[in-house]
C-alpha cells in the first residue's frame, strides 16, 4: 500500500483576518446641528421622509449590501423615536441581513462625545464603516474596503480612509455657504491638508500650507470638486485619537484637521477613496434634501428608488411619464401631474389640479384648483382648494386653508394649520412647537421675540443668502395661535438657520461644558494648545510660555476661561507623553505641574475671594481631559493633590469643584472614584479645625 498522504495541517487565521470576517458600523443617527429646524424640533431628522422613505432606511440599506454584520447606533435627539421605529422595523427581523443591531441612547451633544463614548465601550474589534445617518449611496464599498486593508498591511500608521465623490465645484449637492477643500497626494491618495473656505467673510477665497508639504511630496492636488460622502473606512485607532484629544467635536473641522495638521506628533495618516462611477451623498441640510431628491426620482440612485419598495407595504410603479405612483391615488378632472413626482398610497387629486416635480406622501388631499411646485408633502397633509405651494415643505398632519399663496422656501411643521386667505409673502420657517433652544453643540445666535398681540409668536428673520431659498423668517408659535402676516413682526439675523454648519469656523471648535455660550475664538484652543504643548517638550521657561500666551490672548482676544482650558490640554498631553516614555504618572504629574507652576498661577484669579470660580473651572478641565485616558481616575487622584501640595488649588477650591453638578454628571463621575479619598481628607480636617476653633471660644 501506498503510504497515506499527510493530513493537511488546518490553517490558524491571525488574529487580523478573523477580525475582519465580521464587519462593523457605527451609524451617527444625529447630526448634532440646527439645520433640519423647524422639522428636528419634534422629530429626529433621520426619520424625516426622503421620496417617502425614512432617511435611514437609505443608509441601512447601504450597510446591509456592504456586508456590514454588526451596527452601532447613535440616537441622539429624539431617541425613542428612532429606536421605536428602528425595533419596529425589518432590520430587527430573524431575516436581517444584520448579526447585531444595538442602539445607544446615550446622552452626547456631538459627533465627538460619540466616538468617545464608543471607545469607552470597548465594543469595536477590527475595521469598522462610519457613517451619517442620512448618507444616501448605491456604491459597492468592497474595492475601498479592500485598499484600505492592502494599505493598512504595508503601513499601519494609516488610520482611515475617507469616501469622498467627483461631482464639480457647483454641484447641487454641494454646500454653498462654504467650500471643503481637499489636498491630496494624487500619488498615494493621502489626504494633507483639510479645510472649508467660507463664501462671505473677510478669509477670502484662500488655503494656508506648510512648506514642508511641498518638499516632502512632489505633487499635489487642491480640490474643491469633492463631495464629502460622510462614509468613513477607520481601524480603532481612530477611537483612541478621539478619546486622547477631548477637544475634537467635529469629523471634520476638528477631528480631519487636527489629525492632518499634528502629523508630526501623532505620525498618523488619512487617504482618500474618490467615486467617479457610483453615488453617495450626505442629506445634511434642508438643501441637500431636495438636491438628493431630485437625484433618487432622476434615478441617479438607482437602485435606491421609490419603485425598489425598501419597506414593507410600499407598492410603487414607475410610469413611463417619469411619475412613482402607489395604489390608491385618485387623480381628478383636469388635473394634471407633471415631471418627476411620487405620489403615495390613498393620496386624492380633485379637479384642476397641478402637481408639479414634487413629492405627496401618504393620505394626502390637494384640493380643487391647487397648484404644488417642487415641494415635498409628507403624510396626511391637506391642502385646501385654490391655495399654491412652490418650492417648500409641509410636514405630516399640517393643513393650509383655502386660497392661501406660500412663498417659496417655507417650511410648515408638524400639524400646523395655516388659516384661509393666508398671504405668506416672505419665506418662514412654521411650528407648533416652544422647543427653542437646542443642546450645548448647537449655535442659534437668533434672538427671539416675546409675546405679541396675545399669540404668543416669537418670530426671526435672516437675511444671509448662503443657500437656495436662503432667507427664512421663523415662527415659533403655540398650538392656539393662528398665522397670517399682518401679526408677523421681523428681526433681522447674520445667520441662516438653513445652512447652519457642524462649525461655523473653518477650523476646530468646540462648546464649553463650563460655559453656556460657544466659545467664541475657534482657532484659539487648537493653536494654543499646540503652542504650549511645544513649550513643554522643549522644555522651555515658564516665562517664555507666559509671554506667548499672553500674546495669543492679546491677538485674539480670548478670554480666561479659554486660556484655562488650552493650559490644561497641554499639561495632560504632555504627562501623557512624560508616561509613555516609561515615567510613572504620580512622577509625570509632579513634573509638570511644579516646573510650570507659575503658569498656573497666572490663569487663576481668585485666591483672595470667599467662592473659588476660576479653581473650579481649572478642576473641571482637568477632569474633562482625563475622563476618557485609561488610567484617567488615578491621574485625577495625582493632579488635585499636586496642586493642593503647590497651594495652585486651595481647600475651598477643591471642595467646591467636587459637590459642582458639571463634576458629577456623565462620564465625568466615572473616574472621582480614587479622589474620593483625598476629598474625605480634607472634610475631616475642616470639621476638626472647626471642633479646635469652637473649642478655644468655649
Known amino acids: 500500500m501506498p503510504p497515506k498522504p499527510p493530513k493537511a495541517k488546518s490553517k490558524v487565521k491571525p488574529v487580523e483576518e478573523q477580525r475582519q470576517e465580521s464587519l462593523q458600523a457605527v451609524v451617527l443617527a444625529d447630526s448634532y446641528e440646527t439645520r433640519f429646524r423647524p422639522f428636528s424640533l419634534e422629530r429626529p431628522s433621520c426619520?424625516?421622509?426622503?421620496a417617502n422613505t425614512p432617511l435611514i432606511e437609505y443608509t441601512l440599506e447601504f450597510l446591509a449590501h456592504a456586508g456590514v454584520e454588526d451596527i452601532f447606533l447613535y440616537c441622539g435627539s429624539h431617541s425613542e423615536q428612532v429606536e421605536d421605529y428602528v425595533n419596529a422595523s425589518r432590520w430587527k427581523l430573524p431575516s436581517s441581513p444584520f448579526r447585531n443591531l444595538v442602539l445607544f441612547r446615550s446622552d452626547v451633544a456631538s459627533a465627538g462625545d460619540a466616538m468617545?463614548?464608543?471607545d469607552n465601550r470597548d465594543l469595536i474589534t477590527g475595521d469598522f464603516i462610519l457613517v451619517s445617518g442620512d448618507v444616501v449611496s448605491n456604491m459597492a464599498l468592497e474595492p475601498a474596503l479592500a485598499r484600505h486593508r492592502r494599505r493598512r498591511e504595508k503601513d499601519k500608521s494609516a488610520i482611515m480612509t475617507m469616501v469622498l465623490r467627483e461631482a464639480g465645484m457647483h454641484h447641487r449637492t454641494q454646500p454653498t455657504n462654504y467650500k471643503p477643500v481637499f489636498v491630496l497626494n494624487p500619488t498615494t491618495d493621502r489626504c494633507l491638508h483639510y479645510e472649508e473656505i467660507r463664501s462671505s467673510g473677510s478669509h477670502g477665497r484662500h488655503i494656508t500650507l506648510e512648506p514642508d508639504l511641498f518638499s516632502m511630496h512632489p505633487e499635489i492636488e487642491v480640490r474643491e470638486d469633492l463631495v464629502d460622502c460622510h462614509i468613513d473606512i477607520c481601524t480603532?485607532?481612530?477611537?483612541?485619537?478621539?478619546s486622547?484629544?477631548?477637544?475634537y467635536q467635529s469629523l471634520r473641522t476638528s477631528f480631519l484637521f487636527g489629525v492632518l495638521k499634528d502629523y508630526e506628533l501623532n505620525g498618523k495618516?488619512?487617504?482618500t477613496h474618490i467615486l467617479n462611477d457610483a453615488y453617495a451623498a450626505r442629506v445634511r441640510s434642508l438643501r441637500a434634501y431636495d438636491a438628493i431628491s431630485k437625484d433618487i426620482t432622476g434615478r441617479w440612485t438607482y437602485p435606491l428608488c421609490p419603485d425598489s419598495n425598501h419597506l414593507p407595504g410600499q407598492h410603487y410603479r414607475y410610469n413611463q411619464n417619469g411619475t412613482y405612483q402607489e395604489s390608491g391615488v385618485t387623480i381628478g378632472k383636469n388635473s394634471q401631474v407633471r415631471g418627476q413626482c411620487v405620489l403615495?398610497?390613498?393620496?386624492a387629486i380633485e379637479e384642476g389640479v397641478t402637481v408639479t416635480e414634487s413629492s405627496l406622501g401618504r393620505n394626502c388631499h390637494i384640493g380643487k384648483g391647487a397648484r404644488i411646485e417642487s415641494s415635498y408633502l409628507w403624510d396626511n397633509v391637506i391642502v385646501s382648494d385654490g391655495s399654491t405651494i412652490r418650492q417648500g415643505i409641509v410636514a405630516e398632519g399640517a393643513v393650509v386653508g383655502k386660497d392661501c399663496t406660500i412663498a417659496p422656501g417655507t417650511m410648515i411643521s408638524y400639524n400646523v394649520?395655516?388659516?384661509?386667505?393666508?398671504?405668506i409673502s416672505a419665506p418662514k420657517k412654521i411650528t407648533r412647537s416652544n422647543l427653542v433652544t437646542g443642546s450645548v453643540t448647537e449655535r442659534t445666535d437668533t434672538p427671539l421675540i416675546g409675546e405679541e398681540n396675545g399669540s404668543n409668536e416669537k418670530i426671526a428673520d435672516s437675511d444671509d443668502n448662503s443657500d437656495a431659498s436662503d432667507s427664512f423668517n421663523t415662527v415659533f408659535k403655540n398650538p392656539q395661535a393662528s398665522v397670517s402676516d399682518s401679526s408677523v413682526s421681523t428681526l433681522r439675523s447674520d445667520e441662516s438657520e438653513f445652512e447652519q454648519t457642524e462649525d461655523r469656523a473653518r477650523r476646530a471648535s468646540f462648546i464649553s461644558e463650563t460655559s453656556e455660550e460657544a466659545v467664541p475664538n475657534r482657532d484659539f484652543h487648537v493653536e494654543a494648545t499646540a503652542s504650549i504643548l511645544d513649550g513643554l517638550q522643549k522644555d522651555d521657561l515658564p516665562e517664555n510660555i507666559n509671554l506667548e500666551l499672553t500674546a495669543f490672548r492679546m491677538t485674539v482676544d480670548a478670554s480666561q476661561q479659554e486660556i484655562r482650558r488650552a493650559v490644561v490640554a497641554a499639561f495632560i498631553k504632555r504627562i501623557a507623553s512624560l508616561e509613555e516614555s516609561g515615567m510613572g504618572a504620580r512622577e509625570a504629574v509632579h513634573r509638570v505641574f511644579s516646573r510650570y507652576r507659575s503658569v498656573v498661577e497666572r490663569i487663576l484669579f481668585d485666591k483672595d475671594t470667599r467662592e473659588k470660580p476660576d479653581q473650579v473651572d481649572f478642576m473641571l478641565c482637568v477632569q474633562r481631559e482625563l475622563v476618557r485616558r485609561g488610567n484617567g481616575e488615578s491621574l485625577l487622584l495625582f493632579v488635585a493633590k499636586e496642586a493642593y501640595d503647590l497651594e495652585l488649588i486651595e481647600e475651598d477650591g477643591i471642595l467646591q469643584w467636587w459637590p459642582d453638578i458639571r463634576s458629577r454628571h456623565g462620564n465625568m463621575a466615572s473616574i472621582r472614584g480614587l479622589t474620593q479619598q483625598f476629598i474625605t481628607f480634607l472634610q475631616e480636617a475642616e470639621e476638626d479645625e472647626e471642633s479646635d476653633e469652637d473649642g478655644d471660644e468655649a
Request: without cysteine; proline residues 9%.
Open 244 to 247: 486622547d484629544n477631548f477637544d
Open 344 to 347: 403615495g398610497q390613498g393620496t
Open 47 to 50: 426619520l424625516i421622509p426622503l
Open 269 to 271: 495618516t488619512i487617504h
Open 116 to 118: 468617545r463614548d464608543l
Open 236 to 242: 480603532p485607532d481612530v477611537l483612541g485619537l478621539w
Open 417 to 423: 394649520r395655516i388659516p384661509d386667505n393666508t398671504l
